[in-house]
């Protein structure tokens, strides 16, 4: 176990490594991402404080995730183990819900119910991220993530 500074923009897992480690946010903000073939990131999702990520491979398959750091960040780095995770149920269970509810998601909401999903997941962060990287994580263009936005608010008011 180690205890990480992590500069914003630093990458600290990369596609196609072997090794890769469990992180366990305790300051800052992580997310981990695909680069697809035409060079488009596309955001798997995101993890602020208290919040675990990694990604799912074994350690000695190849890793399919970049995770990079959002914000200057502390993490905690582990080696993948699944009796230690037992003893972090909590963080875990949050990361299996929110790909849950982010997979039923996508295959069955619009634009608004996305945005509006996002906002109940990571109500920490919305103002934290930059709205390119939403629209990605919820699988809409920018624009018409504005539009949706912008509808989500006048509900609201």
Do not use: C
Request: glycine content about 6%; hydrophobic content about 40%.
């Amino acid at each position: 176990m180690k205890k990480l500074n992590v500069k914003k923009g630093e990458i600290i897992q990369r596609s196609g490594e072997l090794g890769t480690m469990v992180y366990h946010v305790h300051s800052g903000l992580l997310r981990s991402y695909a680069i697809d073939q035409n060079g488009k990131e596309n955001i798997f999702m995101f993890a602020p404080e208290g919040w675990v990520i990694a990604d799912t491979n074994s350690p000695d398959t190849p890793s399919v995730l970049f995770i990079d750091a959002l914000e200057d960040s502390v993490v905690t780095a582990l080696p993948k183990d699944l009796e230690r995770e037992k003893d972090n149920i909590g963080a875990l269970t949050n990361r299996l819900s929110a790909l849950q509810a982010r997979v039923i998601m996508l295959i069955s909401t619009n634009a608004i119910e996305r945005y509006e999903h996002f906002v109940k997941t990571y109500p920490n962060i919305v103002q934290r991220v930059p709205q390119r990287m939403i629209a990605s994580y919820l699988g809409v263009t920018p624009e018409t993530l504005s539009a949706a936005k912008s509808k989500h608010l006048k509900s609201q008011g």
